[in-house]
């Protein structure tokens, strides 16, 4: 199995940037669909913001955050990576790498391996 630690959250000012970083032991990612998600504290549930296909053929996005976010992979340091530009306070969160091994999906039921997450607070 796969363990996944995030990084980079912090605090930033709306229309800034940030870059989130995954970092995985225990297993290539190569292994894996991949997806970054996120999750408010007062909710139970985690909703999709981005997925890529073991490859990195298939990248889908939200459409909230399509055009400011982007995922990548770096299958030589085994890291999942996500830049965040022109954020908005509506991206506070706590953000989360998941790792499927079933299929690439925006479910995040279909996720096996969590990360422990990685709190975002943008300010206006």
């Known amino acids: 199995q796969v363990q996944l630690v995030e990084s980079g959250g912090g605090l930033v000012q709306a229309g800034d940037s940030l870059s989130l970083s995954c970092a995985a032991s225990?297993?290539?990612?190569?292994?894996?669909?991949m997806g970054w998600f996120r999750r408010k504290a007062s909710e139970k549930e985690r909703e999709v913001v981005t997925t890529i296909s073991w490859s990195g053929e298939i990248i889908n996005y939200a459409d909230s955050v399509r055009g400011r976010f982007r995922i990548s992979g770096d299958n030589d340091k085994n890291r999942l990576s996500m830049g965040m530009n022109m954020v908005k306070p509506r991206d506070t969160d706590v953000y989360y790498c998941?790792?499927?091994?079933?299929?690439?999906?925006?479910?995040?039921?279909?996720?096996?391996?969590w990360g422990q997450g990685t709190e975002v607070t943008v300010f206006s």
């Open positions: 998941g790792a499927s091994i079933q299929a690439l999906s925006a479910a995040p039921e279909m996720y096996d391996w």
């Open positions: 225990g297993d290539s990612l190569r292994h894996y669909a």
